[in-house]
């Protein structure tokens, strides 16, 4: 099963090898019908602490590695790699 990928800012780098990033999500309310904006804070692993306040960066499940971090920041070249690792899949499976 593939690992979900999410984008956001980051809201705080105080911990070392810690980044928290929000993740905002929208959607339809089922009774009201508005459009309900709601958001999360996930701990990410960032292990060369090179992210700060406001940076927007993507990141991805991982195995735990503490008791809240869940997820891991990914680098642009490891972004990048699996965006083209991806639609070449996409393009053998039209083939």
């Known amino acids: ?12 780098n105080k911990g070392d090898k810690t980044v928290v990033v929000r ?19 996930y701990h990410a692993h960032d292990e060369s602490n090179q992210y700060n306040v406001g940076d927007t960066v993507l990141i991805r499940e991982c195995p735990p ?20 690792a991806r639609s070449e899949s996409e393009q053998a499976t039209v083939n």
């Open 1 to 12: 099963m593939p690992k979900r990928i999410l984008q956001g800012p980051v809201v705080s």
């Open 23 to 41: 993740i905002d999500r929208s959607f339809k309310h089922p009774l009201l019908k508005k459009v309900v904006r709601r958001s999360k804070k």
């Open 65 to 84: 590695k503490s008791k809240l971090k869940r997820w891991e920041v990914v680098t642009a070249e490891e972004a990048a790699a699996a965006s083209e």
